[in-house]
């Protein structure tokens, strides 16, 4: 009977540790990759969202502010970043960022998720300032802000440390941070693709550091360009592990790469097939962490609708401005309104439920 929901019997065992609730290892994880079935590897999958979330599916009602693209780091896969003075960098002013703010008061936003470059010489009072300056306009909202990577750039640029950083971030209005700047963490990739950026194990560290003092993080992981399966199931291990410790991981975010007019322009960028085998092999190999998120901006409102069927239970949300994909060369339009995620929520079988940032349930009725 079992065998027959499966056309590849090499997933027979995996299903067995699934309906068992065991933990999968390495070898499954590169044996859910490889393997042909995708609808059969997506039926696992979702053996586990339904286990966790039954059918609900979340979004939240938020804001992107992507305040400057000035970067020191330089790395191979973005098309956001610019070095200061060159063709295309900006810097939003505080007076600015505040009118991205202003100008939303009247929706019902619950998080902005900010997020920039690691900028050479903006002082931390400009953070500071950032910080206050949204919740003194908007006390209700969570500040979702600054990759671990801006954490320990900002800790440097000070001399002191990520702890200290971050409790002075957090007494500025800083709530929880967004999962980005954690790429892959293979050593051989990050070598050709991001040789300057803060080293795994530094991007492991804010994370935990973050967990230790109360704040969740999200975790991210750039799939699509030069990494390898097994690459990205120990990417994945390493995730589970530090989740085992410190336990402070909210959602785990895999980024589909957009190559244009980044220095792999040459690329494909991952397949439907690798979307969704990525994120069901996610919800798998990640039995800690509590949701997986398609990012409807990556990869489509069609794509993050189907997801739905293959493990994932959170789409992101409204969003209504975003440059990092964009400037990739993201098709995906700028934003979704709360009825249409709603839509594509529930046409998926899914019963959608807004949700804020730690993912409590608001009532928007
Ligand atoms: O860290 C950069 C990635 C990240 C490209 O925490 C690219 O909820 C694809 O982390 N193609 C920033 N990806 C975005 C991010 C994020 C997004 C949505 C939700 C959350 C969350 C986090 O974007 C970067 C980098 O890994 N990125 N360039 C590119 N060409």
Redesign the pocket.
Known sequence: MTSLRFEDQALLPIHEKVLAGQRLEAADGLTLFQSPDLLGVGYLANLVRQRLHGRKAFYIYNQHINYSNICVNGCK????GRKAGDAGAYEMSLDEIFAKVEARLSEPITEI?I?GGCHPDLPFSFYLEMLRGIKARRPQVHL?AF?A?EIAHLAELNRTTVEETLRALRDAGLGSL??????VFSPRVRQDLCPQKLSPEGWLSVAQTAHRLGMNT?A?M?YGHMEGLEERVDHMLKLRAAQDETGGFL?F?P?????QN?ALEHLQGPSAIDDLKTLAVSRLMLDNLPHI?A?W??LGPKMAQLSLCFGVDDV?GTVMEER??HM?GAQTPQGLTRTQLEGLIREAGCVPLERDTIYRVVSNQ
Not at 255 to 259: E, I, K, R, S, T
Request: charged share 10%; aromatic share 12%; with cysteine.
């Open positions: 896969f973005c098309a956001f998720h997020v979702q990759t990577v967004p999962g980005g700047g954690a790429e999200n991210t750039l959602a975010i980024l589909a790469f957009h190559p980044t998120k990012f901006i990556m992101d990092i994909t990739a």
